[in-house]
């Protein structure tokens, strides 16, 4: 009697190599009475050899619509960051050089519970957004934003914050992060624009418990 | 869109399943998708519609993102291993349920004969077939048979098209030789058991 199909992550470890003889074993005997699953790993070997994924753009945004839309899924307009606390960890990977930043306050070994910090990704149209955020000990807060396509510095970008109570920051962005001091929590337009041309713009509200992003804003 | 590294792939991972942003993995994803359906048809020799990709990719992703998205959960990236790779196993199992239950003959009608494209025959495939009809004997043994000189022995020849040496060596992440010392000790086996039997 034929075994029940392997299954996917035994399955992708045989083809990647990655297994053990008794893994080896049990795929093989399997494989040696099933031709759909012999199916699948001839396609899946090739397939893993063949794709060049630097030659694959990212799905469009109308492309991801659809799929969320199949599925009724709605795409998040909404985003809720909670200001973390502790020592930077996996997302520093994000943000290369972001522990060597001028007027961090944390480091990685240091007492960084004082001081809580956020840091999220936004894709605007191709352009890659990375801003980091941290809480200072005068109830304001910090920001370094960098701005990237395919991890390589955008260039010819201007960023333009409209505070809600009013008050307006306008800069090209020059060097590799933009660090905007002392800002206040609140609300505030947040716009992205390259060669003149306004690449995407959301809404951030700074709260001191979180900070909500919003895809779009009226 | 670069190959993403392992530490990319875990922050994309944790983003998807305790953010609940899915469509991290759509864009990272799916033109990877659609392009691995369309050319395992290719492979297959089985016309490809525009609705196969569409339907096959949506599939793929319920496999993905279905019950709280579990299969991601439980994926664990250990050395040397991809969550790309991972997709790709996936989408392969999918499109062979998919296959599987395709009738060629009425679909190819559905394609302007130009589209279609003939697989050629080489010689050494013909031999290849000769030597299989003979082994259809006595394929009643191939149970006596260790799983991986069954295996080989399916790959080399009954499967179709049947895999040269070589392809089966990279399928199976053995030796050219490992190989052929397999085929070799497996038919001789099966001859005997043939002869023990009569034939």
Do not use: A, V
């Given at each position: 009697m034929k075994s029940k199909c392997i299954e996917t992550n035994l399955f992708a470890k045989y083809v990647e190599g990655c297994f053990s003889d008794r893994e080896r074993e049990q795929v093989e005997a399997h494989l040696s009475v099933c031709s759909r699953c012999r199916q699948v790993l001839v396609n899946a070997h090739y397939s893993m050899d063949e794709?060049?994924?630097?030659e694959l753009e990212p799905a469009s945004e109308n492309e991801i619509q659809a799929v969320m839309e199949h599925f009724g899924f709605s795409k998040k307009l909404e985003k809720i960051y909670k200001w973390m606390q502790g020592s930077l960890s996996l997302e520093t990977h994000l943000f290369p050089g972001l522990l060597t930043m001028p007027g961090l306050t944390r480091k990685s070994s240091e007492s960084a519970a004082e001081y809580a910090y956020i840091l999220f990704e936004k894709k605007m149209g191709d352009l890659d957004i990375h801003l980091y955020a941290e809480k200072t000990q005068y109830h304001t807060f910090n920001i370094w934003i960098s701005v990237s396509k395919q991890s390589i510095k955008a260039h010819n970008v201007r960023l333009v914050l409209i505070q809600e109570q009013g008050g307006i920051i306008s800069r090209p962005l020059v060097g590799q992060y933009e660090h905007l001091k002392n800002m206040s929590f609140g609300s505030y337009n947040f716009i992205i624009k390259q060669n003149a041309e306004e690449k995407g713009r959301c809404h951030i509200n700074f709260k001191n418990e979180e900070v909500i992003v919003k895809d779009d804003y009226s | 869109m670069k190959k993403l590294t392992v530490e990319e792939e875990k922050l994309l991972l944790k983003n998807c399943i305790e953010n609940d942003e899915k469509e991290l993995i759509v864009r990272q994803y799916k033109r990877l998708i659609d392009s691995i359906i369309y050319k395992q048809f290719k492979r297959n020799g089985i016309p490809c519609l525009q609705d196969d990709i569409e339907d096959i990719g949506n599939d793929v992703f319920v496999k993905i993102f279905e019950k709280n998205c579990k299969r991601l959960r439980l994926y664990k990236p250990e050395k040397g291993r991809s969550l790309a790779n991972w997709i790709i196993m996936i989408t392969s199992q999918t499109v062979a349920d998919f296959t599987h239950k395709i009738d060629i003959a009425k679909r190819e009608k559905q394609i302007p004969i130009e589209e279609l494209i003939e697989n050629p025959c080489e010689q050494a495939q013909e031999k290849k077939l000769e030597s299989r009809e003979s082994l259809r004997l006595i394929?009643?043994?191939?149970?006596?048979?260790?799983p991986d000189q069954r295996l080989i022995l399916q790959l080399y020849f009954f499967d179709d098209p049947p895999k040269s040496l070589e392809d089966i060596a990279k399928l199976t992440n053995r030796t050219k030789q490992a190989v052929y010392n397999i085929k070799h000790r497996a038919v001789k086996r099966l001859k005997q058991l043939f002869t023990i039997n009569g034939y």
């Open positions: 794709i060049k994924l630097s | 394929t009643g043994y191939l149970k006596c048979l260790s």
